[in-house]
T-cell receptor, first 118, second 117 residues
Framework: AQKITQTQPGMFVQEKEAVTLDCTYD???????LFWYKQPSSGEMIFLIY??????QNATEGRYSLNFQKARKSANLVISASQLGDSAMYFC???????????????FGKGTKLSVKP | GAGVSQTPSNKVTEKGKYVELRCDPI?????LYWYRQSLGQGPEFLIY????????DSGLPNDRFFAVRPEGSVSTLKIQRTERGDSAVYLC???????????????FGEGSRLTVL
């Protein structure tokens, strides 16, 4: 089964509008972390935002916020006031923190390609 | 430099050849990761080091792939008898570690693009 599911292969948004990129995850661990990364056409992976499974508040970083719904196992990324430079691939990822097992690596989804229209 | 450094940035080789890809992590980061990213896909985990030892190599696709990190800093990903299907961007990343394990985000290098003809 997919650990991270991103159901939107591509999304369009008008400049200055807000957009939500979906991410659902699958884990039986109680302790885990959720990450969003941006990958522009240049190929670099840029960290955007992090949410811990025990964090009660939704994470926010500037124009990025994470809509964390633990019961639904969803961690959607919201980008407010979209800019042309936001056009990129966006990846959701999870790190499971099951101490004693493999707790290191991030598991990535397949990504969503966001295109911002002027 | 301050970031994760990967060399070469591009490598073209012929089927059946041996290839080495190098990663120099951020100073002080004891956790180091290798990922493979095919066109239009998300990064696929290969192997993760904690210090000198491979803490998880479950992502290596077969025994043609091997990675080392002998002194706990620089790592080399080695691919033997390359196949056309090995063509991808190989990403290296590093992160901080606490007593409980890796913490925080992964910092990625710019990747090594491997093309097997």
């Amino acid at each position: 089964a997919q650990k991270i599911t991103q159901t939107q292969p591509g999304m369009f948004v008008q400049e200055k509008e807000a957009v939500t990129l979906d991410c659902t995850y699958d884990t039986s661990d109680q302790s885990y972390g959720l990450f969003w990364y941006k990958q522009p056409s240049s190929g670099e992976m840029i960290f955007l935002i992090y949410q811990g499974s025990y964090d009660e508040q939704n994470a926010t970083e500037g124009r990025y916020s994470l809509n964390f719904q633990k019961a639904r196992k969803s961690a959607n990324l919201v980008i407010s006031a979209s800019q042309l430079g936001d056009s990129a691939m966006y990846f959701c990822a999870m790190r499971e923190l099951n101490y004693g097992g493999s707790q290191g690596n991030l598991i990535f989804g397949k990504g969503t390609k966001l295109s911002v229209k002027p | 430099g301050a970031g994760v450094s990967q060399t070469p940035s591009n490598k073209v080789t012929e089927k059946g050849k041996y290839v080495e890809l190098r990663c120099d992590p951020i100073s002080g980061h004891t956790a180091l990761y290798w990922y493979r990213q095919s066109l239009g896909q998300g990064p696929e985990f290969l192997i993760y080091f904690q210090g000198t030892g491979a803490a998880d190599d479950s992502g290596l696709p077969n025994d043609r792939f091997f990675a080392v990190r002998p002194e706990g800093s620089v790592s080399t990903l080695k691919i033997q008898r390359t196949e056309r299907g090995d063509s991808a961007v190989y990403l290296c990343a590093s992160s901080l570690t606490t007593i409980q394990g890796p913490t925080g985000e992964l910092f990625f290098g710019e990747g090594s693009r491997l093309t097997v003809l």
